[in-house]
């Protein structure tokens, strides 16, 4: 095959992708959300007392799952005094809108004024309980110690803390567990004939 042949070769070929261009990728299929947010922002109050606050960079809302799938999520706890007793970060997230719990996932991170901090990959808040949980293991670090376990519940407070599997590390003096409390010294046993 002479240069010129080859040459010709090459023009045909380019002139043959010309007339039939490059076939368009596959439009990516519709995001059914009913609705797409930007930044979307909710206060959820029980009895008119701010409990929480969610916000998300993004939200996909679908009505008739009542559900809104999100991403970057941050949610803040209060008490009824309106004092601020966790914060809570993840990557992606769902907020059902009938009962107001969520289920946050991927890179999870629990925060307290106090210096705690929880990490997992899954963490549930069901509003009815008013209760935080994770099904999978966590880690966690604070001013008092540091530990880890299987598996948790807890108020969003992170004050009464019930682990499966729980090990640790706790800094100072330590703590007593149920039944080590120093009790008060028993009443010696009277002697027979000692005045009543």
């Known amino acids: 095959m002479t240069r010129g042949h080859l040459l010709l070769g090459v023009v045909v ?15 990516a299929v519709s995001d059914s959300a009913d609705q797409v947010m930007g930044g979307m922002e909710t206060i959820i109050t029980d009895k ?6 969610l916000h998300a960079d993004t939200a996909r809302v679908y009505q008739n799952r009542q559900i809104a799938d999100l991403e970057h999520v941050t949610v803040t706890f209060y008490d009824k005094g309106g004092q601020v007793t966790s914060t809570v970060t993840s990557r992606r997230g769902s907020y059902a809108i009938r009962d107001k719990s969520l289920d946050l996932r991927d890179s999870v991170v629990a925060t307290t004024p106090s210096g705690k901090v929880l990490r997992t990959e ?8 008013n209760q935080v949980r994770s099904d999978v293991p966590f880690t966690f670090t604070g001013p008092d110690g540091n530990g880890a376990g299987a598996s948790f519940e807890s108020d969003p407070d992170f004050r009464n803390v019930i682990t499966l599997r729980p090990t640790g590390r706790q800094k100072g003096k330590g703590f007593l567990l149920p039944g080590q409390e120093k009790s008060p010294a028993p009443a010696s046993p009277r002697k027979s004939g000692a005045p009543k």
Do not use: F, N, S, T
Request: glycine fraction near 6%; hydrophobic fraction near 45%; charge should be positive.
């Open 13 to 27: 070929l380019l002139g043959a992708c010309a007339k039939r261009g490059i076939p368009p990728r596959q439009a």
């Open 122 to 129: 899954h963490l549930v808040y069901d509003r009815i309980a």
């Open 48 to 53: 008119d007392v701010r409990v929480l606050e």
